[in-house]
């Protein structure tokens, strides 16, 4: 019985703390509170709403993005409150295109006239800012061989996010008219593949040629190098290079997409891509390797990767 005792003076204390850190705009001191709270009571409503304007006071718009969605996935109330400050943490993140996606879908089922007056607002504001930055996408589409490969891909990536998809005929046409890196290729690819491109587009990478249509592919993150791969070469080195699987995982990324949307299998059996991969790396760490013809072939494709 003793064991318990403390434990209502301990709530007691922090729901004083957590109180009159916030009448004092503490909110860093709040946010302590709250967290030492949490390691032994749940929130109660009026706790959670107190803990999203925290988050918001103190711009940490990611964490209060994902508090406010797990709160009205949990049915915590008032819910119209916790999915403002859930789109307000959207907009501040800048993902004005789910901002203007989920107001929309929501808008006719908000009752309050006051929810509607503070959304309403907020789309608009959303919409705009997405107005501006395509036309900065279009801009920088216009002038897109003279970007680096770096900007090149922000902005695909860009692109993606904001399903700016109105851009497919100007992808399409960079993608079979431009020399390219494979990464670049790839993105294109997702891009178009989002966008239901459904006409066939001619892929040029250094070790083959090949028509797709983008409509039918699957995603750079359901390839083939992606699910069944990519895991066998790192329990592979788990176990024999353990400490290069960190750098390995970031090189494994990078020619899963350079591949993209190449069929893997096509070129050679799993287990000789492993064994290609594995030499590879021991190449990079100055290790001496054997290989024979079949895997030579595969180690060469390997390093083309990287060009």
Not at 159 to 177: K, R, V
Not at 238 to 261: G, R, W
């Amino acid at each position: 019985m003793s064991d318990i005792i403390p434990f209502p003076k301990m709530k007691n204390k922090l729901m004083k703390d957590i109180d009159e850190a916030m009448k004092q705009a503490q909110y860093e001191r709040a946010y302590d509170a709250f967290n030492a709270y949490e390691r032994h009571f749940e929130l109660s409503p009026e706790l959670a709403l107190m803990k999203c304007e925290v988050l918001w006071q103190l711009e940490a718009y990611l964490e209060l993005k994902e508090e406010s969605n797990i709160l009205m996935v949990q049915g915590f109330q008032p819910y119209d409150t916790l999915m403002i400050y859930y789109i307000k943490s959207l907009f501040a993140l800048g993902h004005y295109h789910s901002v203007v996606e989920m107001i929309t879908q929501v808008i006719d089922e908000v009752r309050e006239h006051e929810t509607r007056l503070i959304l309403l607002p907020i789309k608009d504001q959303a919409q705009s800012k997405l107005d501006e930055r395509q036309d900065y996408m279009a801009h920088r589409l216009q002038n897109f061989t003279y970007l680096d490969q770096s900007e090149q891909t922000q902005l695909l990536l860009s692109l993606i996010d904001d399903s700016a998809y109105q851009f497919q005929s100007t992808i399409a046409y960079l993608l079979q008219n431009e020399t390219l890196p494979m990464n670049i290729q790839s993105l294109m690819l997702e891009y178009l593949r989002f966008a239901r491109y459904n006409q066939c587009v001619q892929v040029e990478k250094p070790f083959c040629n090949l028509k797709v249509k983008p409509s039918e592919l699957s995603g750079i993150e359901q390839t083939t190098f992606k699910t069944e791969l990519l895991p066998r070469i790192i329990h592979r080195l788990e176990s024999e290079m353990p400490s290069f699987v960190h750098e390995a995982y970031v090189h494994l990324h990078t020619h899963n997409i350079a591949l993209y949307p190449v069929d893997i299998l096509e070129e050679a059996s799993i287990d000789t891509w492993i064994e290609g991969y594995m030499n590879y790396f021991k190449a990079l760490m100055g290790f001496e390797y054997e290989t024979d013809g079949a895997t030579t072939a595969i180690f060469n494709l390997i390093k083309s990767l990287n060009t």
